[in-house]
Antibody
Framework: EVQLVESGGGLVQPGRSLRLSCAAS????????MHWVRQAPGKGLEWVSS????????GYADSVKGRFTISRDNAKNSLYLQMNSLRAEDMALYYC??????????????WGQGTLVTVSS | QSALTQPASVSGSPGQSITISCTGT?????????VSWYQQHPGKAPKLIIY???KRPSGVSNRFSGSKSGNTASLTISGLQAEDEADYYC??????????FGGGTKLTVL
């Protein structure tokens, strides 16, 4: 059974940093691209970032480019999102999502339950 | 990198059919056969219901169907059921390792 378990969310002050993690199991992690998708309270889904199977192709939404860094450790079956210079508008539930391909062109066939990031002073 | 355009809400009675549109550009929806649709119930993670524009994952009801014409993709739900009441999101690959979602459509089953 595919499982994606996010962690690392919490309350953080504007301008500070946070690192999210996603532990994957139930599939061959290094065969697939992975994504982060977020959802602000009461709002729609927003794609944040993607990373292909070998970290050779990475993409970011314009809203986070230069502030967020996606990475993966295939030996640990883990996906990460380093979030720096956090803003109020980054407050959201952050989902880890598995791509159905190795390249990262979507779709997202499995999702975690999300980890909540709250940005407030 | 603008979001794909979806109607904010649609509604229908049980047994009826509804269609949700998703309009993008020649840089995303129009360029790739990589449109997917997701269903999200309140408090739950999204669920993939259509991919590749018109393909259904195993286990998804054949009441859900997808299509695409030019820069616009569509999701049709036939034989509406109460359990179909949810938010629906379209999504497209947009090139250069980027993906874009639609703003979401709230489906109400009357």
């Amino acid at each position: 059974e595919v499982q994606l378990v996010e962690s690392g969310g919490g309350l953080v002050q504007p301008g500070r940093s946070l690192r999210l993690s996603c532990a994957a199991s139930g599939f061959t992690f290094d065969d697939y691209a992975m994504h982060w998708v977020r959802q602000a309270p009461g709002k729609g889904l927003e794609w944040v970032s993607s990373i292909n199977w070998n970290s050779g192709n990475i993409g970011y939404a314009d809203s986070v480019k230069g502030r967020f860094t996606i990475s993966r450790d295939n030996a640990k079956n883990s996906l990460y999102l380093q979030m720096n210079s956090l803003r109020a508008e980054d407050m959201a539930l952050y989902y880890c999502a598995k791509d159905s391909t190795s390249s990262g062109v979507s779709p997202f066939d499995y999702w975690g339950q999300g980890t909540l990031v709250t940005v407030s002073s | 990198q603008s979001a794909l355009t979806q109607p904010a809400s649609v509604s229908g009675s049980p047994g009826q059919s509804i269609t949700i549109s998703c309009t993008g550009t020649s840089s995303d929806v129009g360029s790739y056969d990589l449109v997917s649709w997701y269903q999200q119930h309140p408090g739950k993670a999204p669920k993939l219901i259509i991919y590749g524009g018109r393909k259904r994952p195993s286990g998804v009801s054949n009441r859900f169907s997808g299509s695409k014409s030019g820069n616009t993709a569509s999701l049709t739900i036939s034989g509406l059921q109460a359990e179909d009441e949810a938010d629906y999101y379209c999504c497209s690959y947009a090139g250069d390792s980027r993906v874009v979602f639609g703003g979401g459509t709230k489906l109400t089953v009357l």
